[in-house]
């Protein structure tokens, strides 16, 4: 049988699971392949830290030059997070006439276009089925199996860890801080979550699949996106009295004019496939003009979902799919112009849900209904309680307004003059609506 | 840019679809695929029925010679059901060099070893993602995306037909015949529903998947099967009671000691992915044992899903990756022995509901539960009602019964058991609920 010397560069959390897939299930990997997989090196830094896979003698390694040097290594799963030395070691491997796998969708979204285009230049590959929702093969869904579409939209949950703390937000009516504690307890959050519950991650892996879904050039950075780190349980209460859940939502939407991209909490009808996705799974729903809306769910981080995807594209790259899809289409190519440009914000239609604390004095809603109105946002449903006993003045109370269809830039001109009347206290709370 | 010449051989509502994804999107099947796709002939026997397609000049014709005669056709849609004459022409076809996409997974559930093995021989390839679950892109999923696992479980709602009937029973309350008038008036099942609604369209779809995910050569005539068209509304409103929805379910569990698959009206508890699958759609829940559970679901049938499934395929013919998958996995070898056995049904172990028209007087509950307690059969909750005015004689009475788990021997046993008791008037329902 033939054989494919795989080397892993970087020994994480992915990189042990993907070792132990290679190591422990050979005959399977080697019958899906239709050639043995076979581990030569596994490269890691630190030496003498704690592994939970043991490795046969003289894989491991502290040197990647011991990867470099070695011309029967042909396809490397390169799984060090971060942007360098990643990028730098990419392209050295790259150079050394490596195929690349890979799960740094941070990587991919910042120096997608130089990597790619190097790959290219050299004969080589890269794959990057772990970089967007771990276990869910959403990649190669898009690039193959929905190849005879255009995709229409792309709604997605695609970040666990914020999943995992809004749901328990949710069903246990608890604050963000408590739910982040227990998330890092339970290995749900990193020490710093920052760029999980801030939106970035789900903005660099939207610009991913952007990309191959739309053909859109787009720099994750002007994604318009807000995270859940702000979010109040409040609105999540609020939201299911109005027959919704807040989910941290990014949204890929053609229109005539252009692609609408956005990431940002969003209420989400109960009862619908989105609202239904639970902790630390990610889900994802295409539409395709030919096979109408499909959708995924599945585990989109953790040890073995993501090893999964590595490995999947470790045996597609061994095989030489990889090579065909990457030659067809192109990926991150500067040769091709973007065939889509991004819809300009302001006139974006969506729904709206604001929260304001306003006086309980008369004239207080006809204000505020005033400024709505002027802006052409009509009203869908109005939520006002009796104030709260002792944790609000007597004198303030909440007040919840859905909208129906406005213009984003409406939105933002109508909260800034909401927030600058005298009967409203402090700032607006504004989220999206998803139809 | 290259060419790939394409033909269609059946021009029914699939094949319609295909030349209109073909011939009305040019120039995204050449993006996806990286060459022209062209359609050179399309074979239809009746040259003057009315088509829904405008074909240019020259593509229609009523010979397959056309097809096999000219050189430079290299992938044929092969669209035409049943077993003959589609078992010939595909024989045909493989013979003259073409490689085949077909969606006809009757003749591969029949005649699968011997279309594959004479495919194998003359080095064409057959794909064929549009045999299951329409535009739902099981078949590559299994194939490669989620190579890296050994697959322990498949769960999936294969048949669109059934599952629209099922839903308009439990959603109207209304009785079988009457849905299948309108489902027949709708377009979603055919004049003759047999194969649909009596589980030999999913025991052929179970089948073929039972074959990819864990290497089962499996006759579909031999999975235990029933379908629908015997389903009383009275069983999918005891099982609301309950918090289920009654579901055609495709089964395939592995265990130490070989594979269970089953078809059956099974019941689903309210809220979990595959009960909230609704009318049309197909539904899918994979469990790989790196992956974990993995769900999908979209639509199983009509023109255009099916049509993106065939596309897709003629697409990765034409790169060449679908010869790559075809020469590694050896789907369908006479060479390869089958890698898992099936399990004896009797010794399989599921929850039961049942339901039985019983004497109203005392003592008849403790003669039933007797004889499941004699098999060793526990009673997870019971319904007893009063009679119906009229409908039923007052002196009967509907009892329903749902079990833990118990083996499929020992529930049959006790059914027999059960129907022979004075206290109980004709015949016991008997339906799996899902685990």
Not at 53 to 63: I, K, R
Not at 126 to 141: K, L, Q, Y
Not at 190 to 201: L, S, Y
Request: hydrophobic fraction near 45%; aromatic fraction near 4%; proline fraction near 4%.
């Amino acid at each position: 049988m033939e054989k494919t010397n795989i080397a892993i560069v970087g020994l994480g959390t992915v990189g042990t699971g993907v070792a132990r897939l290679l190591l422990d299930h050979g005959d399977r990997t080697a019958r899906h392949a239709g050639r043995t997989m076979w581990l030569k090196k596994v490269v890691d830094r630190d030496l003498g830290k704690h592994r939970e896979v043991d490795l046969p003698e003289g894989v491991l390694t502290d040197s990647l030059d011991d990867v470099i040097n070695d011309p029967e290594i042909e396809v490397v799963a390169q799984l060090i997070g971060g942007l360098e030395p990643a990028r730098t070691i990419m392209l050295s491997l790259l150079e050394a006439g490596k195929n690349i796998v890979t799960a740094n969708k941070a990587l991919l979204a910042e120096h997608g276009a130089e990597l790619f285009t190097r790959a290219r230049e050299l004969g080589r590959t890269i794959a990057f089925e772990a970089s967007v929702a771990g276990g869910v093969p959403i990649i190669a869904n898009i690039s193959q199996c929905l190849s005879a579409n255009q995709i229409l939209s792309l709604e997605g949950i695609l970040n666990g860890t914020s999943n995992f703390i809004v749901t328990q937000m949710d069903e246990k009516d608890a604050p963000y801080d408590d739910v982040v504690r227990r998330a890092q307890e339970l290995g749900y959050a990193e020490a710093n979550p920052a760029m999980d519950v801030d939106g970035t991650d789900v903005a660099q892996k939207l610009a991913i699949l952007a990309h191959l879904a739309f053909g859109a050039t787009v720099n994750w950075a002007e994604i318009p996106r807000v995270g859940i780190d702000g979010l109040d349980p409040d609105d999540l209460q609020y939201s299911r009295q109005l027959g919704y859940r807040i989910k941290l939502l990014a949204l890929a939407k053609l229109a005539d004019d252009g692609l609408e991209l956005s990431v940002g909490p969003t209420l989400v009808r109960i009862g619908t496939p989105l609202a239904e996705v639970r902790d630390a799974f990610n889900a994802i729903r295409v539409i395709g003009d030919a096979v109408g809306p499909v959708f995924y769910h599945g585990l989109g981080a953790g040890q073995n979902p993501t090893a999964s995807a590595v490995v999947a594209d470790l045996i597609d790259t061994a095989v030489g799919r990889t090579r065909l899809t990457f030659q067809t289409l192109e990926y991150f190519s500067i040769d091709n112009p973007p065939r889509v440009k991004l819809r300009d914000a302001a006139t974006l239609l969506g729904r709206y849900y604001f929260r304001l604390s306003v006086a309980n004095h008369p004239g207080t809603l006809a204000a505020i209904t005033a400024v709505l109105s002027k802006h052409s946002i009509s009203i869908a449903s109005v939520i006002q309680h009796e104030p709260d006993d002792g944790t609000e003045h007597a004198d303030t109370v909440p007040l919840v307004i859905m909208t129906h269809a406005a213009a984003e830039g409406a939105a933002k001109a109508a909260t800034k003059e909401i927030e600058a009347l005298a009967a409203v206290n402090g700032p607006v709370v504004r989220l999206r609506v998803k139809d």
